[in-house]
């Protein structure tokens, strides 16, 4: 069903045709939307670019959130091609590797802030940029993961810096609501991302995860994108605030 005829998004953070950002486009464009999508560099591009042929997107544009004036021209160039904007996906993080494999107590300030300005006040300017775009309301969508919630071997600082982006998501929802912008977080189980990888002893997490689900077995990007596509449609219109799980049941076990 083209749930999502007439609508146009912007899906933030595809690097390959493996990345939770690509199974979520590919079901936006499945349901019948216009897609923008973003690449992080001249060496992100030569994976990025195949796919955004494949999903027929009317804009391709460079963004590292890092770089000054990036996310500003995104929003710039969708306000001047389309100018509305009828939803948006975030799916980018980013730690320091030697940040991200110490201890909490050992991450150093300036790794805890970055990884705190890339994996979550990015969303908090994508936000405030999409706003004057979404004059018919829309949706938000960001990603994120158990760890926020439950301590996790191995994932040591992100914990606390997705705990801040799920708070983000209650906080905007709320102010956001009175315009019919809704904002939502997806919680998949673990998946074998590129992202991912950069997590210590991760097959291990994978393997624990898939036994301790109720339905013994992980999330797909397949699986993602069908419940982010549902949440960006007109049917979750009442939905809003929420961390969405597409675990198999991994995050009710104890």
């Known amino acids: 069903m083209k ?3 007439g609508k ?20 936006f464009r499945d349901a019948g939307a216009e897609l923008a999508l973003t690449y992080l560099n001249e060496k992100a591009l030569r994976y990025v670019q195949p796919l955004a042929d494949q999903l027929k997107s009317a804009l391709l544009l460079p963004c590292d959130v890092r770089e ?58 994508m936000a405030r940029m999409a706003e004057p775009l979404m004059k018919n309301g829309g949706c938000l969508l960001t990603v994120t993961f158990y760890g926020s919630e439950k301590v996790v071997e191995n ?9 801040a982006l799920e ?28 992202a991912a990888s950069g997590i210590g002893r991760f097959d291990e997490l994978l393997d624990n995860a898939r036994t301790r689900a109720p339905e013994r077995m992980l999330a797909g990007i397949d699986d993602v ?12 219109r009442l939905l809003t605030g929420n961390v969405e799980y597409i675990d198999g049941g991994y995050h009710i076990m104890g």
């Open 68 to 125: 000054p004036g990036q996310l500003e021209a995104v929003f710039e160039r969708i306000a001047s091609d389309w100018g509305q904007l009828d939803f948006l996906l975030h799916s980018i993080a980013y730690a320091p590797t030697e940040d991200l494999h110490r201890r909490l107590v050992e991450s150093s300030q300036e790794g805890f802030a970055l990884a705190m300005d890339v994996s979550c006040h990015s969303f908090i300017r």
């Open 167 to 194: 708070s983000s998501v209650r906080y905007m929802a709320a102010e956001l609501g009175n315009q019919g912008i809704r904002v939502h977080a997806l919680s998949p189980g673990p998946l074998k991302t590129r």
């Open 225 to 236: 994108g069908n419940v982010a596509a549902f949440l960006v449609s007109d049917g979750a």
């Open 155 to 163: 994932y040591n600082l992100m914990g606390p810096v997705k705990a």
């Open 3 to 5: 749930t999502l005829e």
């Open 8 to 27: 146009r998004g912007l899906v933030v953070g595809i690097a390959n045709d493996q990345s939770i950002a690509y199974g979520c486009a590919k079901a």
